[in-house]
């Protein structure tokens, strides 16, 4: 089993509706979430933190997090083809972070 | 500004030959990190440091050097030894404790002449 698992995609939604994605981890002692987006051929950029069970919302942006399913998702309302970009899900223990293999969102026109 | 600056942007390794990637932070940060990309992949750890003069091997340490002689700096040199190094390299840093996550530099994308 991988750590952080993430489906891979490509997910595609058409402008201005809901992206939902999803990732679950192995580790029970994580205890913060974050969501990068990582456009084509740049360096991943942080867009959520979370750190206790429940909703998070910021702008566009709500980060969902259920340690007792060891699940994190986050959701974009109104998508836009900006956010057309890979989304990586990371779990911190300790130390060190862990990185899904991200989800692939093309937002169409 | 405050950040994290890798250099050089792109880079080309011969056979044989030893390469070193910089990663410099003013961000004051006490972690710092490297990954590597491959397309289509998640990141992977190469070695981590949480202070000076100290670090740790992460899960692919193997044909990578590194040194952390003062807080702003963590180079890392790829090693002849290794054989696959044709990647997308990303240093990161943090303010240590768990809760913090980590930013990234620009990147270097590394290939073989």
């Known amino acids: 089993q991988k750590e952080v698992e993430q489906n891979s995609g490509p997910l595609s939604v058409p402008e201005g509706a809901i992206a939902s994605l999803n990732c679950t981890y192995s580790?029970?002692?994580?205890?913060?979430f974050f969501w990068y987006r990582q456009y084509s051929g740049k360096s991943p950029e942080l867009i959520m933190s979370?750190?206790?069970?429940g909703d998070k919302e910021d702008g566009r942006f709500t980060a969902q997090l259920n340690k007792a399913s060891q699940y994190v998702s986050l959701l974009i309302r109104d998508s836009q083809p900006s956010d057309s970009a890979t989304y990586l899900c990371?779990?911190?223990?300790?130390?060190?972070?862990?990185f899904g293999a991200g989800t692939r969102l093309t937002v169409k026109p | 500004d405050g950040g994290i600056t890798q250099s050089p942007k792109y880079l080309f390794r011969k056979e044989g030959q030893n390469v070193t990637l910089s990663c410099e932070q003013n961000?004051?940060?006490?972690?710092m990190y490297w990954y590597r990309q491959d397309p289509g992949q998640g990141l992977r750890l190469i070695y981590y440091?949480?202070?000076?003069?100290?670090?740790q091997k992460g899960d692919i340490a193997e044909g990578y050097s590194v040194s952390r002689e003062k807080k702003e700096s963590f180079p890392l040199t790829v090693t002849s030894a290794q054989k696959n190094p044709t990647a997308f390299y990303l240093c990161?840093?943090?303010?240590?404790?768990?809760?913090?996550?980590?930013?990234f530099g620009d990147g270097t994308r590394l290939s073989i002449l």
């Open positions: 990161a840093s943090s303010g240590g404790t768990e809760n913090q996550p980590q930013h």
């Open positions: 440091s949480q202070i000076v003069n100290d670090f």
């Open positions: 979370i750190y206790s069970n």
């Open positions: 961000l004051n940060h006490d972690a």
């Open positions: 990371a779990v911190n223990r300790r130390h060190d972070m862990r």
């Open positions: 580790d029970r002692g994580s205890q913060s």
